[in-house]
């Protein structure tokens, strides 16, 4: 038997006994945690413009966007807070029930070691996946264009 469920904005009592029931059924339970195309979008939707060209540069690069493609608009300052936004989307998402808890992070920082950022990696798998849900397009007016 599969089971798909979808809860778009649960209210917290909610979520808390669905989680509770899932936690009792563990063991027959598998969370569907994979990027799709419509969560990639919406990931892309939830972040500053600053990370969605983060985003934008790894997915039109083949996954790899390095620090000095990203200094270019910066002239050459620091690259901190670029990042952080990534990190809060994902566990805004997992609160808002937009994808469950354990999804891989897009992007990853690379380089010699603490505060030393050589660029960002997106693992291969997702490349397609976001380089799909960045260039699609959105009806003018609804509220979900990229700032592109």
Excluded: C
């Excluded at 209210?11 to 598998?30: E, G, I, M, T």
């Excluded at 994808?99 to 603490?114: I, K, T, Y």
Aim: net charge neutral.
């Amino acid at each position: 038997m599969r089971i798909v469920l979808t809860v778009e904005e649960p209210n917290d009592a909610f979520r808390a006994d669905l989680l509770a029931l899932l936690a009792k059924h563990a063991a027959a339970v598998k969370l569907d945690s994979e990027w799709t195309v419509e969560r990639a979008d919406r990931f892309y939707q939830a972040v500053p413009k600053r990370a969605q060209r983060l985003l934008r540069e790894a997915a039109v690069r083949d996954g790899f966007v390095s620090d000095e493609i990203l200094r270019e608009d910066l002239d050459g300052k620091s690259l901190r807070g670029h990042a952080g936004p990534l990190k809060r989307a994902l566990e805004r998402g997992v609160r808002e029930g937009w994808w469950p808890e354990g999804m891989q992070p897009p992007l990853a920082p690379r380089g010699p070691g603490f505060g030393k950022v050589k660029g960002y990696q997106m693992p291969q798998e997702l490349v397609s996946t976001f380089f799909e849900a960045i260039t699609m397009p959105h009806p003018a007016g609804d509220g979900t264009s990229p700032q592109r």
